[in-house]
C-alpha cells in the first residue's frame, strides 16, 4: 500500500507543477494546488487521457469513496460504542441491537454526519479534518508505546513488524504531513485542532466519576476470542 501511495503521487508529480494558478484556464496551469477542489487525480488524467479520462477518474474515486465510507461508518460507531463502555461518550452508545449491532452508536454517527454535510463545502470540511487527522494518527502509534510500557503482557493478537522502528517512522511521517499543514493551511488547521482541543475540557468532565481501569480493555481479550479475530496462544508482539 505505501509503494502504490507514493507512486501515485509520483505520477501526480510528473504530469502536473506542484504550484499553479487556480484561475488559470488549463489543468496543467492550474497544477496540483490549483486543481478544481482538490481533484489532483482527475486532474492528472485529464491531461494524459483528456476529458474522458478525467470523468472515468472521478467514477473510480467515487466508487473506492464508497468503500472508504464504509469501514469508517463501522469503525466510527463501534469507537463510540469503546468509549461510551469507558464512560466519556453518551450511556446509549454502548448498547447492541439483537444483532450485536451497536444501532444506537450508528444513529448518532449518522446525525451528526448529516449536520456537518449541511453545514458548508465538502472542501473545507476535508481541511478541517486534515491536520485532526493527522493528529490522530501519531496519538493512536503513540499509544502502541504506552500499552507495550503499561502492559507487555498483555495478549496480542498479531505480531508487530519492525517495532519499535516502523512505528517510529510512521510517528515522524505524520508529524511531518502536520507541520506541513499547518504551514499551509493555518486556518483551517488550526481550528480543526481546535475542535479537538475542545474535547479535552468534556472528556475531563465526562470521566470525573470513572475508574482510571477502563472496562472495554478489560473486557477487549474475551471480545475478540468471542468474535474470531484472534485465538489463544497467538503471536504477541515482541
Same mark, same amino acid.
Given at each position: 500500500?505505501?509503494?502504490?501511495?507514493?507512486?501515485?503521487?509520483?505520477?501526480?508529480?510528473?504530469?502536473?507543477?506542484?504550484?499553479?494558478?487556480?484561475? *488559470?484556464? $488549463?489543468?496543467?496551469?492550474?497544477?496540483?494546488?490549483?486543481?478544481?477542489?482538490?481533484?489532483?487525480?482527475?486532474? #492528472? =488524467?485529464?491531461?494524459?487521457?483528456?476529458?474522458?479520462?478525467?470523468?472515468? #477518474?472521478?467514477?473510480?474515486?467515487?466508487?473506492?469513496?464508497? @468503500?472508504?465510507?464504509?469501514?469508517?461508518?463501522?469503525?466510527?460507531?463501534?469507537? =463510540?460504542?469503546? =468509549?461510551?463502555?469507558?464512560?466519556?461518550?453518551?450511556?446509549?452508545? $454502548?448498547?447492541?441491537? %439483537?444483532?450485536?449491532?451497536?444501532?444506537?452508536?450508528?444513529?448518532?454517527?449518522?446525525?451528526?454526519?448529516?449536520?456537518?454535510?449541511?453545514?458548508?463545502?465538502?472542501?473545507?470540511?476535508?481541511?478541517?479534518?486534515?491536520?485532526?487527522?493527522?493528529?490522530?494518527?501519531?496519538?493512536?502509534?503513540?499509544?502502541?508505546?504506552?500499552?507495550?510500557?503499561?502492559?507487555?503482557?498483555?495478549?496480542?493478537?498479531?505480531?508487530?513488524?519492525?517495532?519499535?522502528?516502523?512505528?517510529? *517512522?510512521? =510517528?515522524?511521517?505524520?508529524?511531518?504531513?502536520?507541520?506541513?499543514?499547518?504551514?499551509?493551511?493555518?486556518?483551517?488547521?488550526?481550528?480543526?485542532?481546535?475542535?479537538?482541543?475542545? @474535547?479535552?475540557?468534556?472528556?475531563?468532565?465526562?470521566?470525573? $466519576?470513572?475508574? $482510571?481501569?477502563?472496562?472495554?480493555?478489560?473486557?477487549?481479550?474475551?471480545?475478540?476470542?468471542?468474535?474470531?479475530?484472534?485465538?489463544?496462544?497467538? %503471536?504477541?508482539?515482541?
Amino acid at each position: 500500500v505505501i509503494v502504490l501511495y507514493l507512486l501515485t503521487n509520483l505520477a501526480y508529480l510528473s504530469q502536473l507543477p506542484v504550484l499553479g494558478d487556480p484561475n *488559470a484556464p $488549463s489543468v496543467f496551469e492550474r497544477g496540483i494546488s490549483g486543481a478544481q477542489s482538490g481533484r489532483v487525480a482527475a486532474a #492528472t =488524467m485529464e491531461v494524459l487521457w483528456g476529458t474522458a479520462g478525467a470523468r472515468l #477518474t472521478a467514477l473510480l474515486v467515487m466508487v473506492s469513496t464508497v @468503500g472508504c465510507l464504509n469501514g469508517l461508518i463501522l469503525g466510527g460507531a463501534r469507537l =463510540m460504542y469503546a =468509549m461510551a463502555h469507558d464512560r466519556v461518550f453518551f450511556r446509549i452508545a $454502548s448498547r447492541l441491537n %439483537d444483532a450485536s449491532v451497536p444501532s444506537f452508536a450508528l444513529m448518532i454517527q449518522a446525525l451528526w454526519a448529516s449536520m456537518l454535510a449541511l453545514s458548508g463545502d465538502f472542501g473545507d470540511l476535508l481541511n478541517y479534518l486534515g491536520a485532526a487527522g493527522s493528529l490522530f494518527g501519531i496519538l493512536t502509534i503513540a499509544a502502541v508505546f504506552v500499552m507495550r510500557a503499561k502492559r507487555p503482557a498483555a495478549h496480542r493478537p498479531y505480531r508487530a513488524w519492525g517495532y519499535p522502528y516502523v512505528p517510529a *517512522a510512521h =510517528m515522524a511521517g505524520s508529524l511531518a504531513i502536520l507541520l506541513n499543514l499547518i504551514l499551509v493551511k493555518p486556518k483551517y488547521s488550526l481550528f480543526g485542532l481546535l475542535i479537538v482541543a475542545s @474535547g479535552i475540557p468534556v472528556y475531563f468532565w465526562l470521566n470525573r $466519576s470513572a475508574n $482510571s481501569e477502563r472496562p472495554i480493555l478489560s473486557e477487549l481479550p474475551g471480545l475478540m476470542t468471542e468474535s474470531g479475530v484472534t485465538e489463544p496462544g497467538a %503471536d504477541t508482539i515482541s
